[in-house]
């Protein structure tokens, strides 16, 4: 399953940045379509997952294709992208700090702590490739040296389909951080050809028995920390991806790695990702509104799900399973929560005129 996965993300990955989006993008597996991959599983079986997930991805690729998903991009201004890019920073710094502190051993720990700062010796001090390529030179100095080393259903369809909806919210998310940390125009044709060349990709995990993919936030944060956004250097680690795939060896050097080392390092990423999105929501218009619809987007996409797995578990568990989807999916919920808020506030609440803040 690793290996198929692997390899897989290579095939998504250069799917993606060739007749995709073609950003620096890096594809892998999907959370929320595992999440509900694993539902249609428990209640139907091995094959019907896998026939979920090929005619799912298929529908996804349609949408794309058809141009169906850009149709909503007039409902996502700068501050909408603003609050979806600095919720995917929040996200990524509770990853890296969940990672980083994943272990009680003291020696982790100090690890965890050194590759953070020789992140920032690296980053800030070296020249030339040291610093661009300051994540892996960490990762490989800290963590190496020191590691060990069909049939199909029209429910299990539908319900496995919830996961693609997550997924593509997430990834339209994903798309404007990333156009955002480039400093590219976020265009229509990011939308259409992206969820195009993901759904497609999906289906053609499952033909190899691998899980389906979708857009990673990491890589925004790579992209934001390294300044690399190449998309023929993303091109090269899917090659990369595909050789870890045929050769699990290679794929056991990055599971020698300890999770703290890389939450350490990751969290410079989650960092610059954050206020990356800051930046975007500063070059709106500053009023009462946009403050309203950054402040409760980025606040809900952070606290709602972290609500729904503590003290609101059982609550959220007994949702049906798009509503359990829509309240523990942190940027499906800042997607879903800053296009709502803008349109009521600034669309059929607004006024000719407005007090400035």
């Given at each position: 399953m690793i290996a198929s996965c692997f390899f897989c993300m290579g095939i998504c990955t250069l799917l993606q940045t060739t007749i995709g989006n073609r950003l620096p993008l890096v594809q892998g597996p999907s959370s929320a379509l595992v999440s509900s991959m694993g539902s249609v599983t428990a209640a139907y079986g091995m094959p019907a997952m896998w026939g979920a997930v090929i005619i799912g991805?298929?529908?996804?690729?349609?949408?794309?294709?058809?141009?169906?998903?850009?149709?909503?991009?007039?409902?996502?201004?700068?501050?909408?992208?603003?609050?979806v890019v600095a919720a995917i920073g929040f996200v990524a710094a509770k990853l890296a700090v969940s990672w980083a502190?994943?272990?009680?051993?003291?020696?982790?720990?100090?690890?965890a702590l050194g590759s953070f700062v020789l992140c920032l010796i690296f980053k800030f001090k070296g020249k030339g490739l040291l610093s661009q390529g300051f994540i892996l030179i960490t990762v490989l100095l800290v963590g190496v040296g020191n590691g060990t080393a069909v049939a199909?259903?029209?429910?299990?369809?539908?319900?496995?389909?919830?996961?693609?909806?997550?997924?593509?919210?997430?990834s339209v998310g994903d798309y404007a951080a990333l156009c955002a940390t480039?400093?590219?125009?976020?265009?229509v044709k990011h939308i259409d050809k992206g969820i195009m060349a993901e759904g497609f990709g999906c289906a053609i995990c499952a033909l190899f028995g691998s899980l389906p993919t979708t857009s990673y936030t990491q890589n925004i944060g790579i992209v934001a920390a390294t300044g690399v956004a190449s998309r023929r250097v993303t091109q090269v680690a899917a090659v990369l991806f595909l050789l870890y795939g045929l050769s699990p060896k290679l794929a056991a050097l990055l599971a020698a790695i300890p999770r703290p080392i890389v939450g350490g390092v990751f969290l410079v990423s989650a960092a610059m990702i954050m206020f990356s999105g800051i930046e975007v929501i500063q070059s709106?218009?500053?009023?009462?509104?946009?403050t309203l619809v950054a402040g409760t987007t980025i606040g809900m996409s952070v606290m709602l799900p972290l609500f729904c797995s503590t003290t609101g578990a059982e609550w959220a568990a007994s949702l049906p399973k798009f509503l359990n989807l829509l309240v523990t999916s942190n940027v499906f919920i800042a997607v879903v929560c800053g296009i709502v808020l803008n349109l009521l506030l600034n669309v059929l609440l607004k006024e000719k005129k407005e007090e400035h803040v």
């Open positions: 991805g298929l529908i996804e690729g349609v949408v794309g294709a058809a141009r169906l998903m850009s149709k909503i991009r007039k409902l996502i201004p700068p501050v909408v992208v603003g609050s502190f994943s272990s009680s051993d003291p020696l982790l720990l100090g690890m199909v259903v029209g429910a299990a369809v539908l319900g496995g389909f919830t996961g693609y909806i997550g997924s593509m919210f997430e480039c400093g590219e125009t976020y265009r709106s218009e500053h009023n009462q509104r946009n």
